[in-house]
């Protein structure tokens, strides 16, 4: 059941989480002696003003940004699971800020941020490296972060279904892999049936 909606200020709980977010990175690229990637400062003084106005959806749009380039960021420079842990706690608790109060949108950043869809793939991967092998080794040996495109290809070819899932939170897999297959998937069919049907096909 979700919480009831908050009509007080959400000022404090603000605050509270974006200190969060902000020591869980600062502490991040220090513990890897890598020079901060997001000038968190800066961004600290724009919620400052943001708050004083009282602009509560310029605060969400904000902080959804930053956390899409923090989230990026963790993936470039190859943050380790413990600290990729650490962000999605924090991640997880401004979440629940924006489903207290009325003054946000809502969005469960963790599904409607390219970037943060890609982070929460690699935290999946980097966390279960002997299961995921393949994408484990293109996250690694790509400079580039991977597209979800292709994360859908090596999940198709080495049986990684709860990752098709993922992506689906991003693109509809169904339409991209009835593009390169010639299949008629319908819309948000999971992953196992996918590549199942796959499999049976190439038989």
Not at 10 to 17: Q, R, T
Not at 102 to 120: A, G, P, Q
Request: with cysteine; hydrophobic share 35%; glycine share 2%.
């Amino acid at each position: 059941m979700p919480p009831p909606i908050s009509e007080e200020p959400p000022d404090k709980y603000i605050e509270e989480v974006w200190m969060g977010i902000k020591n869980a990175v600062v502490n991040t690229f220090n513990q890897q002696q890598i020079e901060q990637p997001v000038d968190l400062n800066l961004v600290s003084e724009k919620l400052n003003l943001l708050q004083k106005e009282k602009d509560y959806h310029m605060i969400e749009k904000t902080i959804l940004i930053t956390i899409s380039d923090i989230c990026r960021n963790f993936i470039i420079h190859r943050i380790g699971a413990y600290n990729c842990h650490i962000l999605d706690v924090q991640i997880k608790r401004w979440n629940k800020v924006t489903n207290k109060y009325r003054f946000f949108d809502k969005h469960d950043i963790r599904y409607v941020l390219e970037n943060c869809i890609l982070f929460y793939i690699y935290y999946k991967v980097i966390d279960n490296p002997g299961k995921y092998d393949s994408l484990l080794n293109m996250f690694n040996s790509n400079k580039l972060i991977p597209t979800i495109e292709d994360i859908i290809d090596v999940s198709v070819s080495h049986n990684y279904p709860i990752i098709l899932d993922k992506c689906n939170n991003y693109i509809c897999v169904s339409t991209y892999i009835n593009r390169t297959h010639g299949t008629n998937f319908f819309k948000n069919t999971n992953g196992k049936k996918i590549i199942g049907k796959l499999n049976d096909k190439s038989l």
